[in-house]
């Protein structure tokens, strides 16, 4: 399988859930992402990953907590969310962050309803 | 501080007619520009990037854009829409010093192909 790959596609949960978002880059890359794509508004940028160590967090409600156990490998774990957290959830990798002109690739996302 | 807008949040276009999507960017240093694409319930995929090379830039698809510094703009092309460009599509701005991997995006502009 190549590039990024995000599982579920889609997730419905209850605000007592506690559940978790899987991202897989098969790139080779060491930086990876998570964003949230909320309607009618840009993507937001959530956190940063470089070599496996976390070096942005944009504000993000503890709720949301991220782990990053390899290079590869990108998780997005939540619990006691709100129904404003409803989103697509995406994941991106590039090759190292920091780089001027670095591409960013993206997973297909997954659509998350917070009911 | 760096932005982009998107001057359009909608595009109508018929099949075989031209495509013209506009992207003003602001940066206070040489940025990179890119252009990405979103089909219904998907990623962002990479259509093409300008790293201060060539200022005309072509992308996958028949698409390109060139960078106008004078106009500080980036407009995206295409001579003949086909059906399966309707999507959305965001213009990116990266660059700003001490954080060259930061991503800027745009509201987005809805791509209509009408048969």
């Known amino acids: 399988e190549t590039g990024v790959t995000q599982t579920p596609r889609h997730l419905v949960m209850g605000m007592t859930n506690k559940k978790s978002l899987k991202c897989e880059q098969h790139l080779g890359h060491n930086a990876m992402y998570w964003y949230k794509q909320s309607a009618k508004k840009p993507l937001e940028l959530m956190f940063v990953?470089?070599?496996?160590?976390?070096?942005e967090n944009n504000s993000v409600p503890s709720r949301f907590s991220p782990e990053c156990p390899n290079s590869s490998h990108l998780f997005l774990h939540l619990h006691t969310l709100q129904p404003e957290d409803s989103a697509l959830y995406l994941c991106?990798?590039?090759?190292?962050?920091?780089?001027?002109?670095?591409?960013?690739?993206f997973g297909p996302g997954t659509r998350l309803l917070v009911l | 501080a760096q932005s982009v807008t998107q001057l359009d949040s909608h595009v109508s276009v018929s099949e075989g007619t031209p495509v013209l999507l506009r992207c003003n960017y602001s940066?206070?240093?040489?940025?990179?520009l890119f252009w990405y694409v979103q089909h219904p319930n998907k990623g962002l995929q990479l259509l093409l990037k300008?790293?201060?090379?060539?200022?005309l830039v072509k992308g996958i698809n028949g698409f390109e854009a060139e960078f106008k510094k004078s106009e500080t703009s980036f407009h995206l092309t295409k001579p003949s829409a086909h059906m399966s460009d309707a999507a959305e599509y965001f213009c990116v701005v990266s660059g700003a010093a001490g954080n060259t991997g930061k991503l800027i995006f745009g509201q987005g502009t809805t791509l209509q192909v009408k048969p």
């Open positions: 991106a990798s590039s090759q190292v962050r920091g780089v001027l002109g670095e591409t960013q690739y």
């Open positions: 300008y790293t201060s090379a060539a200022t």
């Open positions: 940066s206070s240093y040489s940025p990179s």
């Open positions: 990953y470089n070599f496996k160590e976390q070096t």
